[in-house]
T-cell receptor, first 110, second 112 residues
Framework: SQQGEEDPQALSIQEGENATMNCSYKTSINNLQWYRQNSGRGLVHLILIRSNEREKHSGRLRVTLDTSKKSSSLLITASRAADTASYFCAPKSSGDKLTFGTGTRLAVRP | DVKVTQSSRYLVKRTGEKVFLECVQDMDHENMFWYRQDPGLGLRLIYFSYDVKMKEKGDIPEGYSVSREKKERFSLILESASTNQTSMYLC???????????FGPGTRLTVL
């Protein structure tokens, strides 16, 4: 398993703005997942993008994957206060284990 | 919807006590995982299990053991709790055929 590194560590935006967070990883992957964690709670799966996909959408979420740069980005459009959470990427190679980084803490100000 | 439950949201124990953290999933998932989460360190895998009675060490197994007697239940055991095991503990499960993990709400353990 390999660890993704999220960037920035923290992000503060106004409600209605877009939020972009990035993930970098080191070796080739089968897929990459993004998870959200509300304060003091478990992680919730948001979206999975496979290595042969370049972009994927789910509601207000847009994920891109650039395997040549070994990076992914998560865009949340028209952010809401309820989007305040930590966001983690999980790049996956072989096997069943995932490794999570320290995440991006997003604060959406009303 | 998949449901993963953990026996306690908050737990306070004394140094040296034996601590059991229980995790139950209701989706017949083969794989179950225990993580701990600490500020600045992210989530770290302690142990995981592919099937009943099977277990594999994760990245930080020292000081922990696990038990999986039934498919739906995965227990994390702290044989002799220490203050450096104060942490948030997260359980997760997944089916073998898919990569998405489903997490429980977490147990915040404090060891005094």
């Amino acid at each position: 398993s390999q660890q993704g590194e999220e960037d920035p560590q923290a992000l503060s935006i106004q409600e209605g703005e877009n939020a972009t967070m990035n993930c970098s990883y080191k070796t080739s992957i089968n897929n990459l997942q993004w998870y959200r964690q509300n304060s003091g709670r478990g992680l919730v799966h948001l979206i999975l993008i496979r290595s042969n996909e370049r972009e994927k959408h789910s509601g207000r979420l847009r994920v891109t994957l650039d395997t040549s740069k070994k990076s992914s980005s998560l865009l949340i459009t028209a952010s809401r206060a309820a989007d305040t959470a930590s966001y983690f990427c999980a790049p996956k190679s072989s096997g069943d284990k995932l490794t999570f980084g320290t995440g991006t803490r997003l604060a959406v100000r009303p | 919807d998949v449901k993963v439950t953990q026996s306690s949201r908050y737990l306070v124990k004394r140094t040296g006590e034996k601590v059991f953290l229980e995790c139950v999933q209701d989706m017949d998932h083969e794989n179950m995982f225990w993580y701990r989460q600490d500020p600045g360190l992210g989530l770290r895998l302690i142990y995981f299990s592919y099937d009943v009675k099977m277990k594999e060490k994760g990245d930080i197994p020292e000081g922990y053991s696990v038990s999986r007697e039934k498919k739906e239940r995965f227990s994390l055991i702290l044989e002799s709790a220490s203050t450096n095991q104060t942490s948030m503990y997260l359980c997760a499960s997944k089916a073998t055929a898919v990569d998405t993990q489903y997490f429980g709400p977490g147990t915040r353990l404090t060891v005094l």
